[in-house]
């Protein structure tokens, strides 16, 4: 059974950094498509970033590009966004989803089927 397990959020001030863990079980995460959602009080979760783990090719919210990376390490089985340039908007709860079993990296939510309990991260101005 696929778990994830996130970490490494908080709180910070704008134009700060934060680094986001997600470590995953029970699937094999080389085969995988594992993506990062956000969801803010009253709003819809939204796509962050995701990646293909087999060929690493990723996307981006346009809101994020250039300040966000998002990487693994495949030996741990954990995938990794680096958060860099911190805006209040960035406030939210960050997810860490996966599609164990990935023909094409998706940028919705509905085409993942594994997902962590979440991670806060609070940017305050």
């Known amino acids: 059974q696929a778990q994830l397990v996130e970490s490494g959020g908080g709180s910070v001030q704008a134009g700060g950094s934060l680094r986001l863990s997600c470590v995953a079980s029970g699937f094999y995460f080389s085969l995988a498509c594992m993506a990062w959602f956000r969801q803010a009080p009253g709003k819809e979760r939204e796509g962050v970033s995701g990646?293909?783990?087999?060929?690493?090719?990723?996307w981006y919210a346009d809101s994020v590009k250039g300040r966000f990376t998002i990487s693994q390490d495949n030996a741990k089985n954990t995938l990794f966004l680096q958060m860099n340039s911190l805006k209040a908007e960035d406030s939210a709860v960050y997810y860490c989803a996966a599609e164990e079993l990935c023909d094409e990296l998706g940028r919705r939510a509905s085409e993942y089927n594994s997902w962590g309990h979440g991670t806060q991260v609070t940017v305050s101005v």
């Open positions: 990646m293909n783990m087999f060929n690493r090719v990723t």
